[in-house]
């Protein structure tokens, strides 16, 4: 079948490899052609649609059979190749738990639309119950009203008419006969109108029901798809981390702090509070950082060591509430308050190993490159306080990377 997200099918035939990760394989990644569902005409490729159509429905519900788009434009590229580095695959992790999470919303979308819908059809076949309920007591009298009038002996009324004897009542009296047959067959009519309504709607309710299954399945496989990718491009990056070695422990608890998609869930913590499963660690024994910024930082580190020979220096690097305050009591204006200091968040490091000096030839390195992974040294930082050993991961240029 094939993929309603783009992205998807390249997912499924493009296997992502560690080796390629860890720098050990330098090949020309293989392109892979995207296979894209194209919009109907008049409709922005970039818009996500929230409805789903049933052919000939009244209700304004889009054709599940137009396909399903819940992924920006950006993401619809036309082809896609393996990552081969961290950077890479830090953003194609993001970028698969994205897709996820608009696809689910879109799948929200469209259950809330098709709820509403179901319930139209139901108010609307519980309006025609009624009104046919009301027509049946009116249509009932007439019927045995007509029934009697024909059950008249012949030659009554009719005779006098025909014979030019008939009188005011006789006249009056077959007069009042044709209008109860004009009325009943107006009230038949109108039910029968009624009636066929009633099976339109119960149609049409029927149609939605097997489009809406259909839509849930077809959307369902494809949150699927992309719930696996998610989760195998996040198993690779734990993989190329450990061959760099990162410290992941027996369970895979460490895993999940190393895990980029879960960087707004270590975001919601406060400062210097983040718990320790939502923090990865460096290189550097007894250092942690949010997983973006780790992973940007081993990284700049694996640089830093084919220039220099060596790892890079780390003196701090995340710090919890009691170290922060602990350090703003021992350092006192060369800390920033309990609370609001970058590494309350995981986002900065001291370094040492020659970078803490001021235009020496390492701290000259990391100004001039730690920007290609997302690390600067602050402008405050330049004077007041002068600190040349503090450099902070900026996500916002991270993830431009």
Not at 173 to 181: E, H, N, R, W, Y
Not at 244 to 273: H, M, Q, W, Y
Not at 355 to 363: G, T
Request: proline letters at 6%.
């Amino acid at each position: 079948m094939t993929s309603l997200v783009p992205g998807v099918a390249t997912a499924q035939r493009s296997p992502v490899k560690a080796e390629a990760v860890a720098g050990r394989a330098h090949a020309q990644p293989r392109a892979v052609a995207d296979r894209v569902v194209n919009p109907p005409a008049g409709l922005d490729s970039s818009a996500v649609p929230t409805s789903l159509a049933v052919p000939n429905s009244p209700i304004g519900l889009g054709s599940p059979a137009g396909g399903w788009r819940g992924v920006p434009a950006g993401s619809r590229a036309a082809a896609r190749r393996d990552p081969v580095n961290l950077t890479e695959l830090r953003r194609d992790a993001e970028k698969a738990a994205k897709d996820l999470e608009v696809a689910t919303k879109a799948l929200e979308q469209r259950r809330t639309k098709i709820r509403e819908a179901q319930k139209a059809l139901t108010a609307k076949l519980r309006e025609l119950q009624t009104a046919e309920r009301a027509f049946a007591q009116v249509r009932q009298p007439l019927s045995d009203l007509i029934g009697l009038l024909y059950q008249q002996p012949a030659g009554g009324d009719v005779t006098g008419l025909l014979s030019g004897d008939s009188s005011g009542d006789t006249l009056r009296a077959m007069t009042g006969v044709t209008q109860l047959i004009a009325e009943r067959n107006q009230v038949l009519e109108e039910s029968s109108r009624l009636q066929a309504e009633r099976e339109r709607l119960a149609a049409e309710a029927q149609e939605l029901r097997a489009g809406t299954l259909l839509a849930e399945a077809q959307m369902g496989a494809e949150i699927k798809t992309l719930q696996a990718r998610s989760d195998k491009l996040v198993k690779t990056l734990t993989k190329a981390l450990v061959k760099l070695g990162i410290k992941i422990d027996k369970v895979g608890r460490a895993a999940l702090g190393c895990d980029p998609t879960k960087v707004n869930s270590a975001g919601e913590f406060p400062n210097g509070l983040i718990p320790k499963a939502y923090l990865c660690p460096l290189q550097q024994p007894g250092h942690q950082l949010r997983a973006d910024a780790a992973i940007a930082f081993i990284s700049m580190n694996e640089s830093y060591r084919k220039r220099f020979g060596k790892p890079m220096c780390v003196t701090d690097a995340y710090r919890n509430l009691a170290e922060q305050q602990s350090v703003y009591y021992r350092r006192p204006g060369l800390a920033a308050v309990p609370g609001r200091s970058n590494h309350g968040l995981g986002l900065a490091v001291d370094l040492c190993g020659g970078v803490q000096n001021f235009r020496s030839a390492e701290f000259n390195w990391v100004e001039a490159n730690g920007k290609k992974f997302g690390w600067i040294h602050p402008q405050w930082a330049y004077s007041s306080p002068f600190e040349p050993w503090h450099w902070e991961y900026d996500p916002k240029l991270g993830s431009l990377l």
